[in-house]
Nanobody, 124 residues
Framework: DVQLQASGGGLVQAGGSLRLSCAAS????????IGWFRQAPGKEREGVSC????????YYADSVKGRFTISSDNAKNTVYLQMNSLKPEDTATYYC?????????????????WGQGTLVTVSS
């Protein structure tokens, strides 16, 4: 079974940084994308970023471009989301997710696999 283990959330002041990690296991194919969705109370779920395991292609939501960087360590089967210049509007529960299609992260289609969420709180 596919498992996605997220970690790294916390409380940070505006302008600060956090790094989220997602450890993946159980995939039987190399053709998938791993990334992050987020959801704040009262708001719709938003695809934040993802990276393709097969060719390293990446996706970033416009709201995080230039501030967030996604990377992967294939030896550790772990994906990282470095979040810099955090803003109060980045406050949300961040969910690690995976899907055969990178495009799912820029759509309303739910991804095939979900991990548990990790809370990110940015204070002003």
């Amino acid at each position: 079974d596919v498992q996605l283990q997220a970690s790294g959330g916390g409380l940070v002041q505006a302008g600060g940084s956090l790094r989220l990690s997602c450890a993946a296991s159980g995939f039987t194919s190399d053709d998938y994308a791993i990334g992050w969705f987020r959801q704040a109370p009262g708001k719709e779920r938003e695809g934040v970023s993802c990276i393709s395991n097969s060719d390293g292609s990446t996706y970033y939501a416009d709201s995080v471009k230039g501030r967030f960087t996604i990377s992967s360590d294939n030896a550790k089967n772990t994906v990282y989301l470095q979040m810099n210049s955090l803003k109060p509007e980045d406050t949300a529960t961040y969910y690690c997710a995976a899907d055969p299609s990178l495009g799912v992260f820029d759509s309303r289609v739910p991804p095939t696999y979900w991990g548990q969420g990790t809370l990110v709180t940015v204070s002003s």
